[in-house]
């Protein structure tokens, strides 16, 4: 087992404390969570569980190293009854998204016909679960079904009320991140974050496996074009030799006191096979995001560069910089990392502006300090 070392790190529970990744522990691909003050101060995850059932895992923490299954989201077979009827081994329930609103825990997600084409429409069920007690796998609700062809379905509420969803659309029909707005009441990919009067939305790309990351742009507008970070992947493991490979599918929460947390989906691939003898799992790590700044991944950041704030027909450019790599770490003690690069902007006193390019270490070697 590998210790994640935070040196920087105020879990809610317990400050400096030290956490083990995977988190939760074992098969939990594309995790997703939530935090809610109101309930307990409790942590809520949910991962895909493709064809297994009951399905659509739901765990709780109150300290994100202690977890729980608490209930499946689907453990009625009446709830989806297609799902019986799916053969591909890849197919079943993808992407289960938390969200939390008006004291209604939501699950958006898939069911993934994996075995039809690409381009066939009818490959992709899109649903919606709810629940006000996740405790009790009954209280889930009947899915409230949603055409879209596409997947990764995510849930956001505007600062007006209105719903919508944000979804990858299927990439052989037509390739391209939407979003629409829902009605809860009747069901008339990415996630989407609201956050400094700019909308941010977080995708997966780069496929499933080794290439997996996660990547961010923003939109002053929600429904208009994006600014993609150039500086994107802001998460990912490709091309390196690290512990955890395939990092991505990411999602981002925050606790009680403040603290920003993404959770993403991670294997342990022997490189030398390409064999991943525990699939996919679930990795914990801090992240910061200040106003004016894009989020980014922390833990044991270093400061390797700092430079002026660019003139003003640079800085759109500049805003996430440009800059990726991932460095090995050479400590005896620490052996492995995930590396991902961001700039953090900061306005001094004077009005001039200083960007700062950081890399972010997650160390998963066996640190004791
Ligand atoms: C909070 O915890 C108390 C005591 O365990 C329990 O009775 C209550 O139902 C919990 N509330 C929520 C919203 O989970
Ligand atoms: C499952 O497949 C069978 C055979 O094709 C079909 O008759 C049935 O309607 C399907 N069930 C569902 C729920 O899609
Ligand atoms: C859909 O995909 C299948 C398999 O790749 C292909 O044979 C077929 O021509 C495609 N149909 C359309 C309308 O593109
Ligand atoms: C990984 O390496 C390949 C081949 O050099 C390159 O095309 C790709 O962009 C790299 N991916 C990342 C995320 O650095
Ligand atoms: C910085 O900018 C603000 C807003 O434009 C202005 O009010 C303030 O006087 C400026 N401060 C300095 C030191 O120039």
Redesign the pocket.
């Given at each position: 087992m590998q210790a994640l070392f935070l040196s920087s790190l105020l879990l809610a529970a317990a400050p400096n404390s030290t956490y083990t990744n995977s988190t939760p522990p074992s098969f939990h691909p594309d995790p997703s969570c939530i935090f809610i003050e109101s309930w307990n101060n409790t942590f809520f995850c949910a991962a895909s569980s493709f064809l297994s059932f009951p399905g659509i895992p739901v765990l709780a923490s109150t300290n994100l190293r202690d977890w729980d299954t608490i209930s499946h989201a689907l453990h009625r077979s009446e709830q989806l009854p297609a799902l019986a009827n799916v053969t591909s081994q890849t197919g079943g329930i993808w992407a289960a998204t938390l969200r939390f609103h008006h004291d209604t825990i939501y699950i958006s997600t898939t069911l993934v016909f994996d075995e039809r084409n690409h381009n066939d429409s009818s490959r992709w069920e899109n649903v919606i679960f709810s629940t006000r007690n996740p405790q009790d796998s009954s209280s889930w609700s009947e899915p409230l079904h949603f055409s879209y062809d596409g997947y990764n379905p995510s849930l956001f509420w505007d600062d007006n009320g209105q719903t919508y969803v944000v979804g990858a659309h299927a990439w052989a029909i037509r390739e391209g991140i939407d979003i629409f707005p829902i009605d809860l009441a009747t069901g008339c990919g990415p996630h989407i974050y609201r956050k400094y009067g700019y909308y941010y939305l977080l995708a997966a790309g780069?496929g499933t496996f080794l290439?997996h990351?996660a990547s961010i742009a923003r939109s002053c507008s929600l429904l208009r074009p994006c600014e993609s970070n150039p500086a994107n992947?802001i998460l990912?493991n490709?091309?390196t030799t690290e512990y955890f490979q395939a990092v991505g599918h990411a999602d981002l929460f925050q606790d009680k006191v403040g603290n920003r947390w993404s959770i993403a989906l991670a294997m342990r691939v022997l490189l030398e096979t390409g064999v991943a003898p525990m699939s996919c799992e679930a990795v914990l790590y801090p992240v910061t995001w200040k106003r004016g700044n894009g989020p980014f991944w922390r833990s044991g950041c270093i400061e390797i560069k700092s430079f002026s704030y660019p003139r003003r027909k640079q800085r759109r450019r500049a805003f996430y910089g440009t800059q990726?790599k991932?460095f090995s770490h050479e400590s005896t003690s620490v052996s492995q990392c995930v590396c991902a690069f961001s700039l953090s902007k900061n306005t001094n006193s004077d009005n001039t502006t200083q960007i700062t390019l950081v890399l972010m270490y997650y160390y998963t070697g066996t640190v004791t300090s």
């Open positions: 780069g290439g990351m992947p990912a490709t091309n990726k991932c």
